[in-house]
């Protein structure tokens, strides 16, 4: 073979990375804007429902009670970057709830220190999933779904059946505060988003997860750190769950335990209709934090009008469904052909 031949093989083997890699930004690109658009006109619209709905003071409500999925989702995000899936996050929302409430409670504010050893209590949970998954390689939804049963047998033997204590200080403050006038969860909602970009899309860990997910034969062959790159998002995954146990019990001064068991479905809900990959791979943090907010606006407008609880449940299943037939390639193709036209 010539040295023109070899050098046009090798550019057009580079060129493909490249190409792919574009086509994949502008999908995940595309998926961003209509989730967020989608989430403008339904709260635009609703105030054709009622007059109260779609005003600011009901954008803060959604954006103080999308602040607990946006952090869950964000753990779920990483897991479902490396082609796995946690089921443990209700169990482990519950834990962080009740070791808060129980270990803590209003009553000790000087024992702040423990609110980092529930996150690391939390934390370690997370390891031992991690190691089932990464290490004696059972499947993630059989592993997740064994530490959810564990765990939550664990949190009612640690209650007794009935948790006690109120929420830690230290979170009250964070979930009823005020800053000039903007609740707090709102400015940690926006910090906690730019920190789980720059984790995702411009860290080092996430490119290893990118990778991952994409093909880990390759990226083991790439000398990336499989180990340690696959446990992390697991680890990661049970803080935020443990993190959200806590904002909750501030949220409503106290614990229960139940209080997680609305938040699995929305959180896998919210990194799909974000536009990942449920197959791992692809998928960006501002899209999963868009859909959020649409799961949440659409929560906030489904109990305004008074419609059935069980209804929010099928309305998040019908939309994974939609959005996972809307984000096959094909169709992104269509748009980006169009857009070429226009």
């Not at 093909?215 to 499989?226: F, K, L, T």
């Not at 790159?229 to 049970?238: C, D, L, W």
């Amino acid at each position: 073979m010539s040295d023109k031949a070899e050098h046009s093989s090798s550019t057009s083997f580079a060129a493909a990375p490249d190409q792919r890699t574009s086509a994949k930004v502008g999908r995940e690109t595309i998926s961003t804007i209509l989730v967020f658009a989608i989430c403008i006109l339904l709260l635009a619209g609703s105030r054709l429902i009622s007059p109260n709905l779609g005003s600011w003071s009901q954008v803060q409500t959604v954006m103080v009670l999308a602040s607990f999925l946006v952090v869950l989702s964000f753990g779920q995000g990483l897991v479902i970057l490396t082609g796995g899936l946690d089921l443990s996050i209700p169990s482990l929302i519950t834990l962080g709830g009740v070791l808060a409430t129980g270990m803590v409670g209003a009553g000790n504010p000087g024992a702040w220190y423990l609110l980092p050893l529930v996150m690391a209590i939390c934390c370690a949970v997370g390891l031992a999933t991690a190691i089932g998954v990464v290490w004696l390689k059972v499947p993630p939804f059989i592993m997740t779904m064994a530490t959810s049963i564990i765990v939550a047998s664990v949190a009612l033997g640690f209650t007794k059946g009935t948790p006690r204590g109120a929420s830690p200080e230290a979170m009250t403050w964070l979930m009823k505060s005020h800053l000039s006038g903007i609740p707090l969860p709102v400015l940690f909602l926006v910090l906690f988003v730019i920190l789980g970009w720059l984790v995702q899309s411009r860290s080092t860990l996430g490119r290893y997860l990118y990778a991952i997910g994409t093909n880990p034969e390759a990226a083991r062959i790439a000398g990336i750190p499989m180990l340690t790159a696959q446990i992390a998002p697991y680890v990661i995954s049970a803080g935020c769950a443990g993190f959200v146990g806590m904002m909750l019990a501030g949220y409503s001064n106290g614990a229960t335990l139940r209080m997680g068991d609305n938040y699995m479905l929305p959180s896998i809900a919210a990194v799909v209709i974000g536009g990942s990959s449920i197959l791992g791979g692809s998928g960006s943090f501002l899209g999963t934090v868009g859909g959020a907010i649409l799961l949440t606006t659409l929560g906030t407008i489904i109990s305004a009008i008074g419609l059935q609880f069980g209804l929010r449940t099928i309305i998040e299943g019908t939309i994974i469904l939609v959005a996972l037939l809307l984000l096959r390639d094909e169709i992104f193709e269509r748009i980006r052909a169009a857009a070429r036209k226009g």
